[in-house]
């Protein structure tokens, strides 16, 4: 169903739980900050970000240092979004000329969202989500159910954390305020609007066909109230894309590929990422109505000329071939292990906070293991939460560790004291 979408509601910079949006200006008109240079500064300063910088990209704890890791990936996903961007706003400033001050912000807006499209991913790359799923898939009772088997979580939560998304939990960072010490960023609603790739729930049935989506049902509230001031709201009930969203994920469709396999092959790529560039533009102006109609939810490389869809193809294959290589498989491996011992530790720990609603009651080893995420005074002014509120606390902290101190913690858990 058609949903004209609007740009002057697409482009807001309120953010959660803030008062009405004030007036929306051009980043080139004051010397103030505008709203999403405020979300730039916000994202590069932030802890989660830091921490890409260790962070599988494609090989994991690799000794080259020339290896893309994550924080790089997503600065070049940045800079290839801005300029996508660019080329967008000049064609959207012919189309709506009345709109050019607001226009002016969007390659800002793209860049955030493209910083932001990977802060949710856990450890070991793609690996990491895959391991925490079927962890959780082979110990659902210790996870969501109390010693005498009544459950502790809701169906909601299950179907979250079984079908683990970092998308999800980078949308859960980026637009939550309530918790600053993980890393909560309460990004605008445009900037918001444009990492979302999956604008459904993990109940949706899309996100068991595609296995992706980016909202837990503990962002539901905050999904619905952005969704509906964007005008993004449909009258069936879905979502629709926001049409800025096509943009970063065309950039990280560019950089996935063709960057990545510059770690593996040297090879001149400059020329290529432009004709990229090019061509997602293409896409998106020539769909640009079904866009604004909030129609469009496959992405912009689906509709690429077909050179340019062999090329992907050929990667793609070459891809797996040379990343399948065994030395990362053996990570990949060893993730589900050191994953798994981390998140049962954990769960183990907040039980037992939960059960006796007291830091100071609970076992040494359980206080011990709480100390390695949280500071003390945290513990206790939390320590009437729920067991749901606290494993999802689990799950923020899990899904922040580096791939080096993933390794570190699960050692230390296990027992194994470094000489």
């Given amino acids: 169903m058609a949903n004209i979408l609007n740009w002057p509601d697409l482009l807001s910079p309120q953010r959660v739980n803030s008062p009405q949006a004030p007036t929306i200006t051009s980043t080139t008109t004051g010397a103030e900050r505008s709203a999403f240079e405020a979300d730039y500064d916000r994202v590069v300063f932030c802890e989660p970000f830091r921490r890409l910088a260790r962070k599988t990209q494609v090989h994991p704890l690799a000794p080259n240092d020339h290896i893309h890791n994550r924080l790089i990936h997503s600065i070049e996903v940045g800079s290839v979004g801005r300029s996508l961007a660019k080329k967008i706003q000049h064609f959207l400033c012919q189309q709506q000329p009345q709109h050019q001050t607001i226009f002016a912000d969007i390659p800002q807006i793209i860049q955030v969202g493209c910083l932001v499209h990977d802060i949710g991913n856990p450890p070991f790359g793609h690996a990491g989500e895959f391991s925490i799923r079927e962890w959780l898939a082979t110990h659902q009772q210790l996870v969501f159910n109390d010693n005498d088997g009544a459950e502790l979580c809701s169906a909601e939560t299950r ?49 068991q066909k595609k296995k992706k ?3 837990f049902a503990s962002e539901s509230k905050i999904f619905h109230d952005m969704a509906t001031t964007m005008g993004l709201m449909r009258t069936d009930g879905s979502v629709s894309r926001h049409p800025l969203s096509f943009l970063s994920e065309a950039a990280d469709d560019i950089c996935y590929r063709m960057l990545d396999m510059e770690d593996a092959v040297s090879m001149r790529i400059g020329a290529a990422i432009n004709a990229l560039i090019n061509e997602a533009v293409q896409v998106f102006c020539a769909d640009y109505q ?56 954990f769960v183990l720990a907040i039980k037992s906070l939960c059960k006796k609603g007291d ?12 100390d390695l995420a949280w500071d003390k005074e945290y513990i206790r002014s939390n320590s009437d939460k729920s067991y749901e509120w606290w494993l999802r606390q689990v799950f923020d902290f899990v899904s922040g560790l580096t791939d080096n101190y993933a390794i570190q913690i699960s050692a230390e858990i296990e027992g194994i004291i470094p000489s």
């Avoid at 040379?322 to 030395?327: E, L, M, N, V």
């Fill in 213 to 215: 989506f980016n909202i």
């Fill in 159 to 207: 179907n979250d954390l079984l079908l683990f998304e970092g998308n999800a939990q980078g949308f859960r960072l980026a637009a939550r305020h309530d918790n600053p010490q993980c890393g909560y960023m309460r990004l605008s609603y445009a900037s918001l609007g444009a990492m979302i790739k999956y604008p459904w729930s993990s109940s949706d049935s899309l996100a």
């Fill in 359 to 370: 830091y100071d009651a609970i076992e040494f080893i359980s206080q011990r293991c709480l």
């Fill in 290 to 345: 079904n866009i604004m109609d909030g129609n469009r939810q496959q992405d912009l490389k689906s509709d690429f000329s077909p050179r340019f869809r062999s090329a992907f193809a050929d990667i793609g294959e070459l891809y797996h071939e040379i990343f399948s290589h065994r030395g990362k498989l053996g990570y990949e491996i060893g993730s589900y292990k050191i994953v798994g011992r981390i998140i049962k530790a």
